[in-house]
């Protein structure tokens, strides 16, 4: 089966597109959506009709991108048929992580993040929003990941959390591990795909 799966959460769309066999397939990072996926599909030499599942982030994530995303999710669903399967873009950030405990971290502007600790493949605490000052004693000596831990990595590792260099890729969610969550992930009707904000938008 062809899956395709995209987040948005996070300043850069991230894509990847997987089945028949074939290796996955992963797009470079770009700020318009439907460039990056339609690249994704015409270099496969498929069309949108050939695409069975669509695997989506909803967040938590940039306001106005994940709306675009999960919006732009549904439509193509809906017109072609597809099956649609949301995906925590925390958690799929974490997939980055090799450590026994990860904590995804996304910049949510407002001098907050988007946080959630994973141990054992499972939260044990988040998704969360707010200040990185907040975050819970449990998250000391965990391994971070995402923009949020490179913006207030003063404030994670003064308290304890491990954070790779900034460059490093897994401060951004990967293709493949979101066509692995994808394959996975259960199908919900289209309608009841909504993006996951977890705080009211940001005005002006």
Not at 68 to 80: C, D, F, K, N
Not at 108 to 122: P, Q, S
Not at 156 to 168: K, S, Y
């Amino acid at each position: 089966m062809t899956l395709i799966a995209f987040d948005t959460s996070m300043p850069t769309v991230t894509a990847g597109l997987a089945g028949g066999g074939s290796a996955i397939r992963e797009g470079p990072a770009q700020r318009e959506l439907m460039p990056a996926v339609n690249g994704l599909i015409g270099e496969a030499g498929l069309g949108w009709r050939d695409v069975k599942a669509i695997g989506v982030g909803v967040g938590p994530g940039s306001f106005t991108s994940l709306r675009i995303g999960v919006a732009t999710a549904r439509g193509l669903a809906q017109a072609y048929g597809a099956e649609l399967r949301p995906l925590s873009s925390l958690w799929a950030l974490a997939q980055n992580i090799d450590a026994a405990r990860g904590l995804a971290v996304i910049d949510a502007r407002r001098g907050e993040v988007f946080a959630a600790l994973y141990e054992g493949g499972e939260a044990v605490f988040g998704p969360w929003v707010g200040p990185p000052e907040q975050l819970p004693e449990a998250c000391s000596g965990a391994l971070a990941a995402g923009d949020g831990s490179v913006r207030f990595r003063d404030v994670l590792e003064g308290a304890g959390v491990e954070i790779p260099p900034d460059g490093d890729p897994v401060h951004r969610i990967q293709g493949p591990a979101l066509c692995a969550l994808a394959e996975r992930a259960r199908a919900v009707p289209a309608e009841a795909v909504l993006p996951e904000y977890l705080r009211s938008p940001d005005v002006g």
